[in-house]
């Protein structure tokens, strides 16, 4: 059994009375102990996306439609009360701003104890045992000491250990991690990705892995999901994706990475023109402005999303696509 | 925390003796004689020069001042220049308990009303639990604490009989004779101040509510209730302290105009009686008080931001 499959997701923004969709039918699956990675320019939908999964999207927004089903279970069946003993011990989640994503005056030992007590039901000293267990595991040393430090006391790289110490604390099923190394210092971005990606194998848990970078995550993942202001362009697995993408944006995001292969500063092109607003109507395909295969279809229709060999694409030309990699 | 002590200690001396050196000019420049509110129309020119002598007043200002610093540096207020020329000291010492006892229990009755009326306000924002409170606050904030100190005797002490309308009983006869008397003041004196330490915990806390990690408290499913006193309230509470410690003068303040209306013979009625009577000593040694309970409450709330917020320890 699949352990969420996201159909047809629909997130509103509603003001005053007026409702603005921001996240257009995405549809996803992550299989148990398996890694999904959402990539996508920033505005694109894949945090909203992921707070409807644990259910914590803001006020003022709305899940419109669509399914989520989590373990065998319709999250949208759920009453709050049964949502929030979902959160932490069967769902969990990592952010993006490891600065101010911890309690400032809470100890590191205080929060990372509290869900295990809670959720797991472990006294106060099995609890901290436990997370001196967790903070050896995602490479702090001196865990003891640790325990009673303050957030501001340490470093943003080992703030996000810290956080995907909290996430594994109560063994959820699936963690979602929102560009956990997005705010981070880029030389150590590969060191916490490969963390989250290790330990979630090593415990069987499945992985929402987001970020705007397609070409990290390549080493990481199963399937990627490639989404576009607020709408899921294209899934495949990562494999496949990398070789053959059939979406002219996740050509244009893949063409925008730097290889290894490629010699330094060549073959680099990044898509031309900006994100869309989401507050923007545009009929049709919303990539359609930047795509260079646009045809009057596009700006006309929007895409359905079909079955096209191992990808779903939403694009009404993929045919064309050819594969430019040799 | 020794350094920042001591510095804070000294800042503080430094405000007192300003704060007693002002009072100690004032009172002798503003209009009015303490010989002739004394002997009133009794005395000649003659006893009037013989009393000024006496007490010393016949000196330049400058010298009573010296001679009045060199004493209170011994820790001599100086005594009444009335009845049977009662010692400053013994004056204040008899006077502060009932002062203390008054702003002590408006403390508590006041943030045990603040703290959960603004937790609710913030929690249910724009409804209309927020607003019935929001109107509370507003009432408590405009209604003057003397107007309410005679309602609330009317009400209370007269008509329900409920509770004792004035004096006061020491703590050493029972706590609750001590307590009884001490109640309808202090809602007189607390009311207004709860109102402004719940409003600021209301915004305090809707903004504390919007931070990120108040989300990964709720990522690891927290219950409301944990997620708001782990997490939020000592969060919100690092503003709040420092209205806290200048409201503490409000309460202060309040207290000297409420212990009338009771007939509470605390500072405020020593005071008072002192400024009418131009009683100087018993006036600069009342202040002087007053003024070391604005600077150690300051001093509290510098130490208590140390215990709350972890990034701010003092080294
Ligand atoms: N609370 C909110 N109120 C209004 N708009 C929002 C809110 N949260 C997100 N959005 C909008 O929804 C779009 C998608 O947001 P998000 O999922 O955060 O994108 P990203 O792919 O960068 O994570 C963004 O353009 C953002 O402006
Ligand atoms: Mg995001």
Known sequence: MTLLRVENLAIDLVRDGHRHRLVHDASFSVERGETLAVVGESGSGKSLSALAVIGLISEGLEVAGGTIHFDGRDLSALDAEEMRGLRGSDIAMIFQEPMTSLNPVRSIGAQLTEGMRLKLGLSRREARERAVGLLTEVGISDPEARLLQYPHQISGGMRQRVMIAIALACQPKLILADEPTTALDVTIQGQILELIARLCKEHGVGLVLITHNLGIVARYSQNVCVMYGGRVVETAPAAELYVHPLHPYTRGLLASVPRLSQARGTGLVPIEGAPPDPMEVIPGCRFHPRCPMATEECSAKVPVARHAGAHMVACWNAELAEPEMA | MS?????????????????????????????????????????????????????????????????WFALMLEGD?????????????????????????????????????????????????????????????????????????????IVFAANLQWLPAIGYVPLSEGFWPWLKHLILPAIAVGTAFSAIIARMIRSALLEVLKADYMRTAAAKGLTGRKMMLGHALPNAMIPVITVIGIAFALLISGAVVVENVFAIKGLGRVLIEGILNRDYPVVQGAVLIVSAFFVLSNLLVDLLYGVIDPRIRYS
């Not at chain 2, 002798?28 to 002598?53: N, S």
């Not at chain 2, 008054?102 to 924002?125: D, E, K, W």
């Not at chain 2, 209309?128 to 904030?141: E, P, Q, R």
Request: aromatic share 10%; charged share 10%.
């Open chain 2, 77 to 153: 207020l100086g005594t009444s220049l009335y009845g049977s020329h009662q010692p400053v000291t013994q004056i204040i010492l008899e006077a502060l308990p009932r002062t203390l006892s008054l702003a002590l229990i408006a403390f508590v009755i006041a943030v045990a009303i603040a703290v959960p009326a603004g937790i609710i306000s913030a929690t249910r924002r724009n409804t209309a639990t927020d607003t019935a409170v929001s109107f509370a606050a507003f009432l408590g904030l405009s209604m003057p604490d003397f107007w309410l100190a005679i309602l609330l005797i």
């Open chain 2, 3 to 67: 350094v920042f002590l001591i510095r804070r200690l000294f800042g503080a001396i430094v405000v007192m003796w300003a704060v007693a050196t002002l009072v100690f000019f004032m009172l002798r420049i503003v209009p009015g004689d303490p010989i002739a509110a004394m002997l009133a129309d009794a005395g000649g020119p003659d006893e009037i020069a013989a009393m000024r002598a006496k007490l010393g007043l016949d000196q330049s200002m400058l010298v009573q001042y010296f001679k």
